[in-house]
T-cell receptor, first 115, second 112 residues
C-alpha cells in the first residue's frame, strides 16, 4: 500500500516549457486535490476532483490544467511555465468530499523550479 | 472568504512541557477542521479531523478542540518530545465547500 505517489520528485524548467505532474493513489479514494506550497503563504488549493470525471477550480487555478484520468490518477499540467510557478506541489486524496468530509492524505511533493 | 491564522509562527520548548497551538478562522460555517504535521522536506500527515458537530478529538498525546462560535481551534500536545518537532498546520474549508484554506503553520522545536 503506497498511499499517494507523485512523480517527478524534482524538476527544473525554462520559462515557456510545459510539463505534467503525475499523482496516483491506491486507497480507493474518491476525491483528489492539487496544492502548491510557497514560503510564508501556506498551502493553496489549485484544483480538486470530487469524484472520477469531475474537476473544479480551487483558490489559484490560473496557468494550470488538470485531468482526472481514472479513479486512481489525477494529473496537473503547466502549459507554459512561468517563474511564478516555482513552488512545491502536493497531491492529496480523501475517501469522500460529501457529508462531513474526510481526512486528506498527502503525497511527498514535487519541487519545481522555473528559470 | 475564509482566512486561517496560526499563532505563534514559531515555538521552542523544553522536552516534557505541555503546549497549546492556536488556529483561528473567520468563517464559522465549516464542515470540519483538520490539523496536520509537516516534517522538513516532506508531505503533510493528518493528525486530527474534527467534524463541525464535535467539540474535540483526541489521538494519543494530542487533543484538538473546536469552537465554531468563536472561530478557534486549539491543538494541545501533552508531555512534548523532541520527535514532536515539526511544523503544525490547521486547515478549514471555505463556507459550504470542501476547498480547504490552510494556515501558514506553527514551527515547533522541542529541546532535549
Amino acid at each position: 500500500n503506497a498511499g499517494v505517489t507523485q512523480t517527478p520528485k524534482f524538476q527544473v524548467l525554462k520559462t515557456g516549457q510545459s510539463m505534467t505532474l503525475q499523482c496516483a493513489q491506491d486507497m480507493n479514494h474518491n476525491s483528489m486535490y492539487w496544492y502548491r506550497q510557497d514560503p510564508g503563504m501556506g498551502l493553496r488549493l489549485i484544483y480538486y476532483s470530487a469524484s472520477e470525471g469531475t474537476t473544479d477550480k480551487g483558490e489559484v487555478p490560473n496557468g494550470y490544467n488538470v485531468s482526472r484520468l481514472n479513479k486512481r490518477e489525477f494529473s496537473l499540467r503547466l502549459e507554459s511555465a512561468a517563474p511564478s510557478q516555482t513552488s512545491v506541489y502536493f497531491c492529496a486524496s480523501s475517501y469522500r468530499l460529501g457529508g462531513g468530509g474526510d481526512t486528506q492524505y498527502f503525497g511527498p511533493g514535487t519541487r519545481l523550479t522555473v528559470l | 472568504k475564509q482566512e486561517v491564522t496560526q499563532i505563534p509562527a514559531a515555538l521552542s520548548v523544553p522536552e516534557g512541557e505541555n503546549l497549546v497551538l492556536n488556529c483561528s478562522f473567520t468563517d464559522s460555517a465549516i464542515y470540519n477542521l483538520q490539523w496536520f504535521r509537516q516534517d522538513p522536506g516532506k508531505g503533510l500527515t493528518s493528525l486530527l479531523l474534527i467534524q463541525s458537530s464535535q467539540r474535540e478529538q483526541t489521538s494519543g498525546r494530542l487533543n484538538a478542540s473546536l469552537d465554531k462560535s468563536s472561530g478557534r481551534s486549539t491543538l494541545y500536545i501533552a508531555a512534548s518530545q523532541p520527535g514532536d518537532s515539526a511544523t503544525y498546520l490547521c486547515a478549514a474549508p471555505t463556507s459550504g465547500t470542501y476547498k480547504y484554506i490552510f494556515g501558514t503553520g506553527t514551527r515547533l522545536k522541542v529541546l532535549a
